[in-house]
Structures are given as C-alpha cells and as structure tokens.
C-alpha cells in the first residue's frame, strides 16, 4: 500500500513539473487585416488649389512579431474609384501607442494609369466591437512630389479621413 | 453604449468618403486641377487650370494644287518660315505683271 502511495505522488509531481515547464516556441507573427475608404481635402498647386480628393480604398494587412508588438509594419493595395480611377499601393511602419492606436508613415504610389509618388503619415485608432474585429478611424496625410501625373513644379498634399474594418488573422 | 458610439464613428467617416466621391463629379474641362488627370480628355493641367490641348497645325496649305500661279505663293506657306511664304507670293505677282507688260508691249 506505501509502495502504490508513493508511486501516486511520485507520478503527480512528475505532471505538475511538467506542467510548470512551456515549451520553447519561436517567434510567432501576428497578422491582421484591413479594408477601408478614405477621402478629404487636398491642396498645392501654384494657385494654391484646394478641393476634395479622390476617393481610396485601401486593402491592407499589418504583421508584427510577439517579440517586439510595438513594432508593425503595414502594407497596402489602394485604388482610387472616383471621379477617376488609379491604382497604387502604400508600404509603412508604425508603433503601437497603447493597445488602441498606431502612428505609421511611409511610402505612396499610385501606379496605374498614371503614376504619382509621395509619403504619408497615419494615425489610426481602433475601436473593438467584437474579440477579433475592431473599427478603425484613422486620420491621414499624404505628400505627392514625383509622377506623370503632376505637372512640373507642383506638390499636392492631401489631408483624408479613413474609416474601415480590421480584424486579427 | 461603446458598440453605439462605434458605429456612429464608422458611419459618419463612410459619409465623408461618400460626399467627397460626390462633390468631385467627372473631370474638369475648365476648371481647377492639380493633376493631369483631373482633367478631362482633350484638355491638359497648365497653371493649376485646365485647358484644352493645343491643336496642331495642319500640314498643307489647304490648296490641291490646280492653280500655277497661285501655287507659287501657297506652296511657300508651307515652309516654316511665314515671311519667306509671302515674299514668294509677291514675287509670283511681280512675274505675272512682267509677262502682262511684255505680251502688251
């Protein structure tokens, strides 16, 4: 009766070491996805024209390591739909302010039918309305300074408000 | 509540995409662009303004080549230069005054 006593504890202590112990895992990436619109003003020009953009959706998928979370970088398909229509694509790297928003900048292109070139900046902040979706409004601001599409001597900033869906992958 | 303000907040940044598509409306013919695209086909962006695209010269003077001597002075207009066009006009008339004058003499 000792001898199966101390072979039950023997065994229990072995599954609580066990269990105790993780074990080792790589990095993982932590992937989500993104679809939106945007629009707003945009100005430059030598006449210092103002009026409303183009209209863009965005498709885009953010990565980041579970190593450094702070750290993301963001790529994205874009298409402006009207009044006509181009399509280009966005790469960015942000941080995470708290668990809600991101301060990204990075490159912009339109590429097709005509091309046009610049940089942008974006804060976005996230609204969860489910455990692995969330709402995100992100106000957003782009330079233009390279392109067939801009005449010579003209920059075009762009001031967009972007409102769209994301969700963990 | 927090699900409410939420969607509020989409909603109200989807009216904005769709006003701005709205407000843009088809390319400009004249009006004010910042890109070559904003404007329409035929017109380009100069000076923050469209403007329609320069129509180039026609070859040819328009003359199909029936008549001699007016000839002389139309086919000069088809050279580059305009000036030399006239002088070639005006010295097909001298000629034409010349040959009058000797046939009356």
């Known amino acids: ?169 | 509540m927090r699900t409410c303000k939420s969607w509020t907040v989409a909603v109200g940044a989807f009216a904005v995409a769709v006003l701005g598509a709205m407000a843009c409306g088809p390319g400009w013919t004249a009006g004010p662009c910042l890109r070559y695209s904003d404007c329409a086909t035929g017109y380009t962006c100069a000076d923050g303004m469209c403007e329609p695209l320069p129509i180039p010269e026609p070859e040819g003077g328009g003359d199909d080549g029936s008549s001699s001597e007016q000839d002389t002075g139309t086919d000069g207009a088809k050279s580059d230069s305009a000036a030399p066009a006239k002088d070639a006009g005006h010295d097909a008339a001298d000629a034409k005054s010349a040959i009058a004058d000797a046939t009356a003499g």
């Open chain 1, 1 to 169: 009766m000792r001898q199966v006593y101390g072979r039950s504890v023997g065994a229990l202590l072995a599954v609580a070491a066990l269990s105790a112990t993780r074990p080792a895992e790589a990095q993982q990436y932590l992937i989500g996805g993104a679809a939106g619109a945007s629009s707003g003003i945009e100005g430059g020009g030598p006449q210092g024209t103002m009026a409303m953009t183009r209209t863009r959706v965005r498709l885009a998928v953010d990565v980041r390591i579970d190593e450094n979370p702070s750290d993301v970088f963001l790529v994205g398909l874009d298409a402006e739909v009207t009044p006509t229509s181009g399509i280009g694509a966005d790469l960015r790297y942000g941080r995470m302010l708290g668990d809600r928003g991101i301060l990204s900048g990075g490159i912009l292109g339109i590429l097709a039918p005509w091309t046009l070139y610049g940089a942008c900046a974006v804060f976005e902040y996230r609204i969860p309305i489910a455990q692995r979706v969330q709402i995100t409004v992100a106000p957003e601001g782009d330079v233009f300074f390279l392109g067939t599409d801009l005449p010579d001597g003209t920059a075009i900033w762009q001031f967009r408000l972007n409102g769209g869906l994301r969700a963990d992958l």
